[in-house]
T-cell receptor, first 113, second 113 residues
Framework: DGGITQSPKYLFRKEGQNVTLSCEQNLNHDAMYWYRQDPGQGLRLIYYSQIVNDFQKGDIAEGYSVSREKKESFPLTVTSAQKNPTAFYLC????????????FGNGTRLTVT | KNQVEQSPQSLIILEGKNCTLQCNYTVSPFSNLRWYKQDTGRGPVSLTIMTFSENTKSNGRYTATLDADTKQSSLHITASQLSDSASYICVVTLSNSGYALNFGKGTSLLVTP
């Protein structure tokens, strides 16, 4: 079955440590996205990538980094510079912009203590 | 300021009843409006996508309407089921900026027996 796989589902880290969240898709989609979801708030865009080896900052990119070395993969690193990293992180992909629906993974819940 | 407002914030209905969720937006220029369903701890799943020229779109028991003049959309759920318990998210896309999605905070629906 085609889809988006995020791993792990739950992640715990100590403050000051970098952590990388995995996102893999087998939908052959060009575009991939990372969103952050906090209670009572709408999804906020961290980074997106339209094609391999290219990515753009979203609304809240500070303290995060990404890479897009392969079409299928778009890992997100939460660095120690992110002041409030505890959140639910969602990865998504789409064939392209505009009227294409987003296909979401099932998220990674990151807790930093 | 969030440009997509959803109401009510939460809703409880009895199984078998109908309900309507509201979405008002100020995003302009408008490209399309999407409704997503998000089960707890999972990624959102697309229900409908409507462009400027469409005023209604159905997906099974879900019917979305769009009034582009008043910038309002609604999601009507018919004959609710326990599995409809979820958060419903309205998303508006800016025209000519397909990667810029504006997410509402969602309406949390609980269907009780």
């Amino acid at each position: 079955d085609g889809g988006i796989t995020q791993s792990p589902k739950y992640l715990f880290r100590k403050e000051g440590q970098n952590v990388t969240l995995s996102c893999e898709q087998n939908l052959n989609h060009d575009a991939m996205y990372w969103y952050r979801q906090d209670p009572g708030q709408g999804l906020r865009l961290i980074y997106y990538s339209q094609i391999v080896n290219d990515f753009q900052k979203g609304d809240i990119a500070e303290g995060y980094s990404v890479s897009r070395e392969k079409k299928e993969s778009f890992p997100l690193t939460v660095t120690s510079a992110q002041k409030n990293p505890t959140a639910f992180y969602l990865c998504a992909s789409s064939p392209g912009p505009n009227n294409s629906p987003l296909h979401f993974g099932n998220g990674t819940r990151l807790t930093v203590t | 300021k969030n440009q997509v407002e959803q109401s009510p914030q939460s809703l409880i209905i009895l199984e078998g009843k109908n309900c309507t969720l509201q979405c008002n937006y100020t995003v302009s220029p408008f490209s399309n409006l999407r409704w997503y369903k998000q089960d707890t701890g999972r990624g959102p799943v697309s229900l409908t996508i409507m462009t400027f020229s469409e005023n209604t779109k159905s997906n099974g028991r879900y019917t979305a309407t769009l009034d582009a003049d008043t910038k309002q959309s609604s999601l009507h759920i018919t004959a609710s089921q326990l599995s409809d318990s979820a958060s419903y998210i309205c998303v508006v896309t800016l025209s000519n900026s397909g990667y810029a999605l504006n997410f509402g905070k969602g309406t949390s629906l609980l269907v009780t027996p």
